[in-house]
C-alpha cells in the first residue's frame, strides 16, 4: 500500500505562483508513474500532468502546458507541481497519483492505483 499526502495549496490571486507538493508513504519502492489531477466544483477530475519513475518523461494537458512543471525527487518519495501565472480557471481540487502496476509513462487516470485526498487551489482576480 501507498499513502499520498498533497500539500501547498492556498489563495492566490491571477498571474501568480504555487508550488504543490506530494508526499508518498508505504510501499514507495513499487510506485511507477506519478501524476497530478485536479476537479472543479461541477466538473470532472481531469488530467493535469504526469512523469515517469525516474523523471524523464513529464506530459501535460494543453491548459496548463508552458505554466506547469511537473517534478519528482525520488530520494524524498516527493511529487511536486510548479504552477505558475495561475488563472482563474485552474482553480480546483488538485489531487496526486501513483501507478503501482506499470501502465506505461503516461497512464491513464483509471490506471493509477493510489489517490491523495485533494488540495485546494482558489485563484481570485
Known amino acids: 500500500q501507498v499513502q499520498l499526502v498533497e500539500s501547498g495549496g492556498g489563495l492566490v490571486q491571477a498571474g501568480d505562483s504555487l508550488k504543490l507538493s506530494c508526499v508518498a508513504s508505504?510501499?514507495?519502492?513499487?510506485?511507477?508513474?506519478m501524476g497530478w489531477f485536479r476537479q472543479a466544483p461541477g466538473k470532472e477530475r481531469e488530467f493535469v500532468a504526469t512523469?515517469?519513475?525516474?523523471?524523464?518523461?513529464?506530459y501535460y494537458a494543453n491548459a496548463v502546458k508552458g505554466r506547469f512543471t511537473i517534478s519528482r525527487d525520488n530520494a524524498k518519495n516527493t511529487v511536486y507541481l510548479q504552477m505558475n501565472s495561475l488563472k482563474l480557471e485552474d482553480t480546483a481540487v488538485y489531487y496526486c497519483?501513483?501507478?503501482?502496476?506499470?501502465?506505461?509513462?503516461?497512464?491513464?487516470?483509471?490506471?493509477?492505483?493510489?489517490w491523495g485526498q485533494g488540495t485546494q487551489v482558489t485563484v481570485s482576480s
Open positions: 497519483a501513483a501507478d503501482l502496476i506499470y501502465s506505461g509513462t503516461n497512464p491513464a487516470a483509471t490506471d493509477f492505483d493510489s
Open positions: 512523469i515517469s519513475r525516474h523523471g524523464g518523461r513529464t
Open positions: 508505504g510501499r514507495t519502492d513499487r510506485i511507477y508513474a
